[in-house]
């Protein structure tokens, strides 16, 4: 299961914003314990986050901080603090990731490379590692992150 130094998102609901945007909403979990819930502002403002008690706040911000210190290419605003909010929707877009991985898993292809090209990011499927790293070399990409198993989702 997609987890970042034990916390993780289960119970996801998707659903749209006033102007159709796509937001989420899900519980908190840290080392499989229910603790919070989140849900994005239908309204495009600051995200619901609450947490069951102040100490579980404080582990989430500190996994925040842990996290973005041993992984500072992955912020997305490196010039603010990092924010519990910032890291739950890395945790999203592992989680997407992972379904990912599964579905084509399921097609034959077992390796999962991601990429960044421009403010997106890329998902390459390949049947094995050299047929990725092929790819992505005759692409030209070298910042990509590879994923060869399930338990490459879950970051400690």
């Not at 989430?60 to 909010?85: G, H, L, S």
């Not at 421009?118 to 005759?138: C, D, F, H, R």
Request: glycine share 6%; net charge positive.
């Amino acid at each position: 299961m997609a987890q970042i130094k034990g916390l993780t998102i289960k119970n996801i609901t998707n659903f749209k914003g006033h102007e159709g945007e796509s937001c989420r909403q899900g519980n908190i979990y840290l080392n499989g314990k229910k603790v919070g819930y989140y849900s994005d502002s239908f309204m495009m403002g600051e995200a619901t986050i609450a947490f069951d008690s102040k100490e579980h706040r404080a582990r989430a911000e500190k996994i925040c901080v842990e996290y973005y210190t041993e992984n500072p290419q992955e912020r997305w605003f490196p010039d603010i603090e990092p924010d519990i909010e910032e890291l739950i929707q890395k945790l999203f877009e592992l989680i997407d990731r992972e379904k990912s991985y599964k579905r084509n898993l399921k097609k034959g292809f077992s390796v999962l490379a991601t990429y960044k090209q421009g403010y997106s990011t890329m998902i390459v499927s390949a049947a094995s590692l050299p047929a990725a790293y092929k790819w992505l070399k005759e692409k030209g990409v070298t910042n990509e992150k590879i994923y060869q198993s399930l338990n490459d989702f879950n970051i400690k």
